[in-house]
């Protein structure tokens, strides 16, 4: 699989201006309808040509995929070089499909190291979405404010009813049901 900052003639440390200036340069000079009257072999070439710049620079303007991109190749490059993976890239990951799927991951080869990998990859995914967040910090809030409650509650009894428990006083209780059964 290319490069995506080969493929946009960039380097890692492009900025998101620079990604926009270097995609369009290329968008206009490779578009397909702009080789609409080429030879076929051309017209193909630009266009698979286009395609590439394209998924480029999907994955490189947006900060989470790159963010993501970057993790994985660099990951790849630097303790898995010496791999047997065909795709290049550390941990059977590839990255035909990247953007295509309409999920925006890229598409993990299967094999027990990929699967335990995608496993961690989605719980980590998961757990950083903002969904997740909001709802951690929602049951927070209400198990914060339960033990807020529980200590008001706790305070008031022992305002209250000083010197007696709880069982104490439901025993209190049941003897003036009592005395006033007999009564």
Do not use: C
Not at 93 to 121: E, M, Q
Not at 125 to 135: D, E, I, P, S
Not at 158 to 173: C, F, H, L, P, T
Request: charged share 25%; proline share 2%; hydrophobic share 30%.
């Amino acid at each position: 699989m290319d490069d995506h900052y080969a493929v946009l003639g960039l380097t890692r440390k492009a900025s998101k201006q620079e990604i926009k200036e270097a995609f369009r340069k290329l968008a206009v000079k490779l578009h397909p309808d702009k080789h609409s009257h080429s030879s076929k072999a051309v017209r193909d070439s630009a266009t698979l040509r286009f395609k590439k710049a394209s998924e480029a620079y999907q994955v490189l303007i947006d900060d989470r995929k790159r963010a993501d991109y970057n993790f994985r190749t660099s990951a790849s490059s630097s303790s898995h070089s010496h791999s047997h993976n065909p795709s290049g890239y550390g941990y059977g990951y590839g990255y035909s499909s990247y953007n295509r799927r309409g999920g925006g991951g890229p598409n993990y080869a299967s094999g027990s190291a990929a699967s335990g990998a995608s496993r961690f990859d989605n719980v980590l995914r998961y757990v950083t979405t903002r969904a997740f967040l909001l709802n951690v910090s929602v049951a927070g809030a209400l198990l914060g404010g339960v033990f807020v409650v529980n200590m008001g509650r706790d305070a008031l009894w022992k305002m209250r009813n000083s010197g007696k428990s709880y069982e104490e006083a439901m025993e209190a209780v049941e003897k003036t049901k009592a005395h006033k059964k007999k009564l």
